[in-house]
Structure formats: C-alpha cells, structure tokens
C-alpha cells in the first residue's frame, strides 16, 4: 500500500496532469488496492471517470453508456466493474462474491430460492441450481440452453435446430433464422461483415437492402413492385400478406376472435381462430372441422386423446371409450384387464375377474383366491372363507359334507369323520356299509 501512495505523490511532485493522477486513482480503486479503506459512496464520489455527455461515470472507474447498467462488485473482490447491455441484468454469482452482466439462459434462483444469481460460465441452471453443463450441451466455454445447438464452439454460439450458424472473418456471429441466408457484405469505407439476408432479398452475390428486392432479369435490387406489399424489411408477393413484419401465405392467414392476424406456421391450418396442426384437424360426418388437443387424433370424426388409441392386427385404428383400454387390439374394460409379467396383459371375458393374473368366473371368487370348478365359497364365523364342494354345506365352522350336517338351525355342527346326522339329530357311527352312500365323507 505505501509503494502505492508513493507512485502517486511522485506524479504530483513531477507536475502530471491531472487526468493522469485521476487515472492512477482509478487504477487504485479498481485494482482493490483502497477498496478496503473506502466505501463504496466515497469511492463513487471521487468520480475518477470523465465521461461524455451520453454516458455516466460506473463504481468510479468506468464511463457506461446512459442505456447501458452499472455492474460493480463489493469491495475487495478483486472484480472489476463492468457495463451491461440493455435488457442483461448484473446479477451475483451463486457464492454472492462478485456480481456480472447475467445472460438469460444462465439467470438460475439462489440458495434462498427467492433471489437470482448468475451461473458461473460452462454451467447450467436446473430446478437444483448452478450444475455442470451436460456434455451434449458444452460449446466453448460455455453451456447452451436445452433445445439448442452448439453453432460454434470457438466462440460459444448456441442456436436453435432451425436456425443456422452465420460467423464473419472478424470472429464475430449469429443465428440466421428459417427464411434467411448467412451472406457476406460489403460497405463502402468499412470492412465486410456478415448478416442474415431474407431470401427474397437474395440478389447473386448480395443481399439488397430493406424495402427492395432482387430483380432477376436484372440481377439488381429495386424497390417493391406495384403488385408487392411492403412489409418491413421485406416486399410480400401477391399471395401473400405481410403480418407482423414477415409475408405471410394467404392460405395461413388466421383471424383470431379478437380479430387480430396471426400466420400460422407450415404444416397447420387456422380452424376456429387458432393455428391447429394437420394431423389434429378432425372432420366429423358433416364436414364440420374442429382442432383436436396437442395430446389427441382423429378417429372417425372425434378427437381422440392418444392413451385411448386402438391399433388391432390389421391396422385400423378406434378409440377406446371412457373406462377402458387397448389391450391385444381390443378395447377392454379396466377391471377385466389381467396378466403377469410373464404372460402379458389380456382382457377377461364378461363374467369374469382378475384374480391373481388369471380370469376367475365371479361366482368362484373367495377372498383373494379362485375356487376351482364345482366349487363355492363360504365365509366362516371367524370372516375366514374357504371353497366348498356343491355337496357341502357352508356351516360356521367352514364345509361339512350334507348327511354329517347336524344339530339345530341355531347351533348347527358337523359330524366327525366317520360318522353321520342320526334320526334324533345326534351324531351316530356308520355301521352298514351301505350307509357309505350317505356321502359322509
């Protein structure tokens, strides 16, 4: 620090200007080397920057266009202040030791999960903050948004899929967007540079400048014909009609139910005031179209929602109603669909359920098990259920066969094996084989 006071009062002995001791100054306080003596307001006092007209003086130590926005750090960061563009917030980094100019796509929510910070560069703000950036997503060393490209890794260009990288010989690039060429253009007394021409301005080997257009036979640009539409920086030919500053085909023309224009996008038509995709437009028996949900199709003539869609062997396509499912080609009832792992799912017939990956007819259903053939369920005393034979009788205790059913209606019992329901209601031995024939077993 003393080396430092001492390289200042040597310029003012030596008779430098003053300009110059206002730039040592602010080579001080931007370096950091007051910033830990000086607050900020005082710092800013010094105004150490001598600016224009059009521009202010930033942290005291840079001059930032009046549209343009002061980013500074905190003191002793060791990070200079900087100017952001228009439209970049100067945000915190996430550990909140300095602040920068914070492109959109790497703008994330802080630790609290209130304030924004900004990603570091080659990260990528998720529902979990700053993380790595993918590899699919590097470019340079930087990270591109999802649903982009890397145009070109040397100077972190992203671009959407549709659009189309433009780089000029002085390192500098953009995104051309559909409808345009990346064209290399001369201007008197400046250097070449590159730009994104519509193609209707396309003219050889140059782009014609806005509100003309190329004229073929001659190979020069003129102004918009008498049959052309002035749009912007275009001339829209007959058949088409300028909306929002781009021609537009008449056939995709919308009138929304406000009654403003929109052009819907190729592959669409406007049904009901709004762009609707081909292949969810739906004509019913009459003719009458309606635009189907992103999520559903056409299927003699309704919107069907895509889970409910029915392809059978042949090909042909239903919709299953409500309730139901496609399985095996067929639509099936919720209920009735069945099967493991193993075998695959299957529709039970009507009558039917599924019990245990197999169809099980209603009246054999006992709990969670399915009673073979010729047998029924019955329901102990204890609400324990077990599968009778048709010759058995369901008693509180569970099945006993017919003859060895006894006691009162109130207090029925079951004879034991080997015996049988006597004439005075009493359990009796079995003496006569014939009595075997009583199916007491």
């Known amino acids: 620090m003393r080396n430092i006071f001492d390289e200042l009062s040597r310029s003012v002995a030596n008779g430098v200007s003053r300009r110059e001791v206002l730039r040592l100054i602010g080579v001080f306080i931007g370096t950091g080397a007051l910033g830990g003596l000086l607050p900020r307001r005082a710092r800013a006092a010094l105004l150490v920057c001598e600016c224009t007209t059009d521009q202010y003086c930033c942290d005291g130590t840079i001059c930032c266009r009046t549209e343009e926005t002061c980013c500074s750090s905190p003191a002793g960061s060791g990070v200079a202040a900087t ?23 790497r703008i994330c929510v802080g630790p609290d999960g209130v304030s924004k910070v900004c990603c570091p560069p080659g990260t990528l703000c998720t529902a979990n903050g700053c993380v790595d950036c993918p590899t699919d997503l590097r470019c340079g060393d930087g990270c591109c948004p ?20 433009c780089i000029g010989a002085d390192g500098h690039g953009h995104c051309c967007p559909p409808g345009t060429k990346c064209m290399v253009i001369s201007i008197p007394g400046a250097p070449p540079r590159t730009i994104c021409c519509p193609e209707e301005r396309i003219c050889a080997d140059t782009c014609c400048p806005a509100g003309t257009i190329c004229n073929p036979a001659t190979g020069e640009c003129r102004d918009c014909p008498d049959d052309y539409e002035p749009c912007g920086d275009h001339c829209c030919p007959p058949g088409f009609k300028c909306i929002d500053g781009a021609c537009c085909r008449e056939g995709q023309v919308c009138v929304r139910p406000d009654g403003t224009l929109t052009c819907c996008p190729p592959g669409s038509r406007c049904i009901d ?4 995709r081909e292949k969810q437009i739906c004509a019913d028996s009459l003719g009458a179209l309606t635009c189907c949900p992103p999520d559903s199709v056409c299927i003699d003539g309704r919107c069907c929602r895509e889970g409910q869609v029915c392809h059978d062997d042949a090909g042909n396509r239903t919709c299953c109603p409500k309730g139901t ?3 095996q080609g067929k639509c099936c009832p919720h209920n009735l669909v069945c099967g493991t792992t193993t075998t695959g799912r299957f529709c039970c017939p009507e009558g039917t359920v599924c019990l245990n990956g197999k169809c099980c007819p209603s009246e054999q259903v006992c709990g ?9 369920c019955c329901v102990r005393a204890d609400g324990t259920m077990t599968c009778c034979r048709k010759n058995e009788v369901c008693l509180p205790d569970g099945c006993c066969p017919s003859k060895r059913v006894c006691g009162t209606a109130d207090q029925p019992l079951c004879c034991p094996p080997g015996t049988y329901c006597g004439a005075k209601g009493r359990c009796v031995p079995v003496i006569n084989p014939a009595d075997e024939e009583l199916d007491i077993e």
């Open 83 to 105: 100017c952001c563009p228009p439209g970049v917030p100067c945000l915190p980094d996430p550990g909140l030791t300095h602040r920068m100019c914070c492109p959109t796509e």
């Open 146 to 165: 999802p649903e982009s490209k890397c145009c070109d890794p040397t100077i972190g260009l992203c671009c959407r899929p549709d659009e189309t990288c």
């Open 273 to 276: 005031g709004q762009c609707c």
């Open 325 to 327: 499912v496609c399985v």
């Open 368 to 376: 969670d098990k399915c009673c073979p053939p010729g047998y029924r």
